[in-house]
């Protein structure tokens, strides 16, 4: 038998041991108990490895306690499943631990589960050594620590699970339940010892599997130690953070605790909701929307009891609110159970429920009051709309006539007093020649028939008014108790209507027929002629520049000029010959039954009567213009090819030498027929690549910075050249300006996308828009999905409109705001050319201000023209970029360094091919 040599150190060492893994499993397995808590199943798992590494520890420094002299040797594979059991058991009972809900037959089998894992260590371990070991299960020791581990082991068990039904359990109670259950390991490990028998053998160390005792307990024992520390310090830190978020959440709960109990007692219904479903309603809720309980409201959809009407502002509402944004209260209409309707004044918040965002509404039963409020506002609204708010005379009548009532229309109108005005009948007002027709339609009502009708009636001051009248009954218990009284004034209709015809037909700065007049008027004489077999001419007057005398002496003295030269041309004319102002300085005369001769003849009477010098506010003025004449018989022409005739012939004087007439001929014919070659060619030019793009710089006139370019179109086709002045009005009569103008900004777009990390180039480029193309109903969205297309910033895209483009103010102002809100820049082209240009910038919103050449052509000469150009610039350059086009010379340059403004022009560069523009930048930029 080995002898036995007892080391009291050790054994109360192994005791130690026993306690320290037990207190430490019981923080771990104090995790599990916490129902809020995750990562539980790593804290069993922390509390099985800290559990059995502590009883197996324990068993072998009581071991080399008592063999302290006696080295042993054990077998791996054995240790490892001793090792192992205690493991599964520890496990096994901490799991069922874990396990809701915990009752007392899992607490008792919790601490079986953990005694049988102690005695299966103690033996398979015991089994484990190299020695002869013989049991003495027949011993009052076996029987004994059989015993003790189990019924100790639910001991403890019993004991912490019943400290854990307080608030927490205190490291004293943990204490004493580690104490317990290490003693619990720790005797019944002594007492296996003494029902164990180790006869004696000589020990045989050669075995490679084996290990000796005193080397496995050192070992066990520090890994032990490490293993405790640990464990210790990670349940440490996380009680803390398991105490903080305890209290933080029972603060969380009392203050919800609070909120409910004022809830509940507020004499206001109240509803909590998540957005969708409803959480919490208080008693009084109940009342309202007609439920006899609370769990018939809560987990319902907030929006079932809204009214269908109601719903998109009501979701809208709590979009704001989950936003974080403040709601006012409003009026709706909610559902009861009972299917009635209530009106209410809601109420909402953003609030913390149950820990989670939530909205508290608070509802105000409004519908008796409203109800009240409707009714009255029924009844007065019913009255004063009759009476006060109409803006029409409205009054009542006594069956004699006599007024008994009005509203202030009437007084405001007459210029009567009230006081006067009833004691007046409708005999006082009325017009003498429309009393009878009045007297008739007012026995009609009085017999109950309603009835209308139109006079004149006679203001204080003796101005007659037509109105146009309705009777009405006033029927009192089934009798007519006099009659009510509509008049509605017709002055402003009847001026209107006369005013319309003379607008439609009259130009209203000559008083001549207008351009509408005249198509009508010569669409009747064409027919009338075909039948007559006569000859008509039409005369195309245009006056050489007058565009001159708008610009130099104002658009007043303009004015007066149009109204001067119409007189003289009225003067020519025949008794039977009518003329039309169509526009501008434009204006067209017919002549009927005419010869050739004679239309020559009037047009030299013409041109003689308009050289005479006419005197304007002390400026002598020369007139001079241009006639064309075209003569027709077979009318084989349409109408716009007659007029257009007559026009070719008028633009034909004008280049010739001015101030002459001509007539519509064979030469001109021929300009005729180059116009068609050259829209025939002009369909062709976008397919056949022959259109192309030059680029003029725009300059900052004080630092000499390049700050933008304008994108000019020229055309090459295989006959030559064309001027964009021959070609452009082509495109635009005949449409293809859009196609065209669509290609310029494909082109002006990927060009900003190829300079767009250029050093100089990387500026706005500016493109002209053409009426035509402007008014395009798609023209807006064409140029957002070509700047999509090319992928630039919109910022770098300028479109030049002029005034012909802002015809219709209204309309372009939307498209104008459109392009502006998406981001790209507008301008105003050719300021100071037209004269509504004032208006535009007045009332229209933009970006870029460019003033036409003519404003600077002259300008060190001309004082008046500086003043402009200053009083301009000075009204608009604090808000806007202004471009002054046309900048020829140095002199031009140094005298609008004065001013903050842009400079474009051949001082700096013609129009050049991309190419060129790229080598003259860098120059500019020098």
Known sequence: MIQAAFNPLLAIFSVFIAVISSYTTLVLVERIFDGKRSRKMSWIISGTLVMGTGIFSMHFIAIIA????????????????????????????????????????KIVLSGVMIGIGIILLHYIATFATHEPVQIQYQSIYFFLSIFISIVFSIISIVLFAKMKEGPHISNVNKGLVAIVLGLTISIMHFAGIKATHFPEQNHDHSLNNEIDTFTLGILLSCSTLIIMIIALFTAFHDYRALKKSKRLFNQIKESEERYRHLVELSPQPIVVHDGQEILFVNEICLKIIHATNKDELIGKSIIEFILPQYRAVVEDRIQKLQNGEQVKSMELQIMTFKASIIDVEIAGIGIRYDNKAAFQLVLRDITEQKKVKRELAEQKQRYRSLFEYNPDLVFSMNPQGHYTEFNSTVWDMLGYSKDDSLQMSYHDVVDSKYLDITNENFKKALEGKPQKYEIEIIAKNGERIPINVTNIPIIVEGMVSGVFGIAKDMSKEKAALKKIEELAYTDQLTGLPNRTWFYNYISEVVEKTKVHQQTIAILSIDFDNFKNVNDTLGHNIGDLFLRRVSERLIKCLRKHDKIARIGGDEFIIILEDVTEEEAIQLAKLILKVMNQTMNLFGHEIVVTLSIGISIHSDFKLDL????????????????????????????????????????????????????KLYYQPQVDIQTGKLLGIEALLRWNPSFGFVSPNEFIPIAEETGLIVQIGEWVMNEACRKIKQWEKHELLNVPISINVSVRQFRDSNFVRKVKEIISKEKINPKFLEIEITERVMFNVEESSESIKDLREFGIMVAIDDFGVGYSSLYLIANLDYDTLKIDKSLIDDLLNNERKMAILSAIIDATNNHKRIIIEGIETKEQVEVLKNFSVIGQGYFFSHPLPAKELELKVKQIGR
């Open 640 to 691: 716009e090819s007659m007029i257009k005739q007559a026009d070719l012939a008028m633009y034909l004087a004008k280049e010739q030498r001015k101030n002459n007439y001509q007539l519509f001929t064979k030469e001109l014919n021929e300009k005729v027929t180059r116009r068609l070659k050259l829209e025939r060619s002009l369909r062709k030019a976008i397919k056949q690549k022959e259109l």
């Open 66 to 105: 008592f063999h302290v002299d006696s080295p042993m040797t054990y077998n791996v594979s054995l240790l490892f499943l001793s090792y192992l059991s205690a493991l599964l058991s520890a496990f096994a009972a901490f799991y069922i631990l874990y396990a809701d809900p915990l009752t007392k037959a």
